[in-house]
């Protein structure tokens, strides 16, 4: 009866104490993105839903800037390049549907793009609250929303190496005496932003 008490007092140490480090030497291996010099961000697409109807237009655009600046402030890749550039040569999205127009973009050379990745950026929803509501209740009622999907993958393999779902919300009422129209939204996407620059930086 003492022998079992031991052993499973034994046990119960080794994983107390053990588990963590394996865990840990587990997440410290997990790094998908190490290795990689090159980040080509492409064109933010909002995805065509009754939760995305309300998103202001041509705000992707802007969305797209703040990705590239931030990424390029935290200079997380040697060159980070903007896929919707004149100058730069397209690349083919063999995410794509066959009818869609993606018939200029040549196909990519796996040697070629080995070291390159490709951040692709979509909107799954937006909300944009009630600015009233913002503010006389407050609380973060009628707060603005804004998620977005990421997906970065390799230039020439096409895999994956990271999936991220990430929200934005700005319950504040600076808004309402503010003359800037975007504020909210632009509160809501920088915290978009920053949640990838996290992610990017876990994994790197």
Known sequence: MITKVLTLI???????ICSPTLTALAQSDEKP?????TLIVQKVVVQKTNETEKFPAFYNIALERRILEALRKKM???EIIDATDKDVAPIKDKNKDDDED????????????????ILATTIIEYNPGNKTLRSTVGLGTGAVTLKARFIVRNAGTDDELLI???EGKFPGIADVFDSNRNRAVNE??????NG???AIQKVR
Not at 10 to 16: A, M, Q, R
Not at 107 to 115: I, L, N
């Open 10 to 16: 034994i046990t119960l140490f080794v994983l107390v």
């Open 33 to 37: 993105l190490a290795g990689y010099k």
């Open 76 to 78: 997380l890749f040697s």
């Open 102 to 117: 993606d018939d200029d973009a040549p196909e990519t050379d796996p040697q070629a793009t080995e070291k390159q990745l």
């Open 164 to 166: 991220l779902t990430q």
């Open 188 to 193: 809501a996407a920088d915290k978009v932003v």
């Open 196 to 198: 990838l620059i996290r």
